[in-house]
């Protein structure tokens, strides 16, 4: 596994845009505010042709140029490190121009964002063999104040962290808007994790567990990302997980899965796909983050159903309702490394080694 050099005390910090830019409120304002609280901590910024570009479909530009700034400021750029603008909806389209073979010969640099960026944190990793970040993207940097969690994103940036671990409380409904586009997280609901293990059988949804003394711990390669991408890339010429699996098996594979636009059925859907396609070999556990649809009832399948009706069969710990994804905050997570995770009560700690 290739892992990039990280970001200096005056290193440069690149933006990209593949998906979405920040070309409408809050998002304008916030990146602008980000870009001053990363100048005024010393850093030099670097913005990519699409940053305020929204002449897409579900991204910045057209796939063509999205591809090509994606290219141009990983291989040729002197940023160190880069950020994402943005989530969207068809980063997916931009692949067939993204260079893969030529972004695998340059050197390494960390590569930050989620949910669609997915169809890059994720190749990145299975194609390139290099760790990317799954974290926050560029305009969450401008919140005032800085929730721990941007703390945490970038002492992953700079190597002065390899360990995260959950937030006290997260956000179900945000207060940031046109008119206050600096608003942190609305932080107002208890963290609260849900966990299974193979040693309770499977009785949906009684064995679902919010006791506060399990200790639960797991070992692998981290290794996931946005649900409603991993499953349109699943058969694609861009799949080979086989052969990151192949690779990896013996230190087994550590899936983290969050969802944006599915519902539980398609949660179940997708997560069929992925077992039915072979990727879920060599699973040595699964952290899923808290849904955009938490607390749906789609039909009788919720969201716990939707999950364990699937992976239960792997006998593998489950841990639900983590830190990860569309309800903010997110722990970020460097896909690629290896990781320990240790659950006690309601907690969870993830160290990640570089390795």
């Not at 690779?247 to 550590?254: A, F, M, P, T, V």
């Not at 539980?264 to 952290?287: S, V």
């Not at 364990?308 to 983590?322: E, F, H, R, T």
């Amino acid at each position: 596994m290739r892992y990039p050099q990280f970001l200096k005390e005056n290193g440069s910090i690149g933006f990209v845009a593949p998906s979405f830019g920040c070309a409408t409120e809050p998002y304008i304002s916030a990146f602008k505010n980000a870009q001053k609280k990363l100048s005024q901590k010393g850093h030099m910024l670097i913005l990519g042709s699409n940053c305020y570009e929204s002449r897409g479909v579900g991204i910045s530009n057209i796939p063509q140029l999205c591809g090509k700034e994606l290219n141009d400021m990983y291989c040729d750029s002197d940023a160190d490190i880069l950020i994402s603008c943005g989530g969207g909806e068809l980063m997916c389209e931009i692949l067939e121009y993204v260079d893969f073979k030529r972004i695998a010969q340059s050197e390494p640099k960390w590569y930050m964002g989620y949910s669609d960026n997915t169809n890059f944190t994720f190749l990145n990793t299975i194609l390139c063999d290099t760790a990317t970040i799954y974290g926050p993207c560029a305009a969450a940097f401008g919140m005032e104040p800085w929730h721990d969690s941007l703390k945490d994103a970038m002492g992953i940036l700079k190597g002065n962290i390899k360990s995260v671990h959950n937030y006290e409380q997260w956000e179900k409904e945000g207060l940031k808007t046109e008119d206050n586009p600096l608003e942190p997280y609305n932080v107002t609901e208890k963290f609260q994790l849900r966990t299974w293990t193979a040693e309770k059988g499977l009785s949906i949804p009684d064995d679902i567990s919010k006791k506060t003394d399990e200790i639960i711990q797991m070992e692998g390669r981290l290794l996931g990302g946005c649900l409603d991408c991993l499953s349109i890339l699943c058969g694609t010429k861009f799949d080979q997980v086989e052969q990151f699996n192949e690779k990896y098996k013996e230190d087994g594979i550590l899936w983290f899965l969050e969802s944006c636009d599915l519902n539980p059925m398609g949660i179940r859907r997708a997560l069929w796909q992925l077992d039915e396609a072979g990727w879920l070999k060599y699973t040595k556990g699964f952290l899923i983050g808290r849904p955009y649809c938490y607390g749906e009832d789609f039909f009788g399948m919720d969201q716990y159903m939707a999950v364990l009706g699937i992976l239960s069969k792997y006998n593998v710990p489950v841990i639900m309702d983590v830190d990860i994804g569309h309800l903010p905050p997110m722990m970020p997570l460097v896909c690629g490394s290896k990781a320990k995770v240790k659950v006690e009560g309601n907690s969870i700690k993830i160290d990640m080694a570089y390795i």
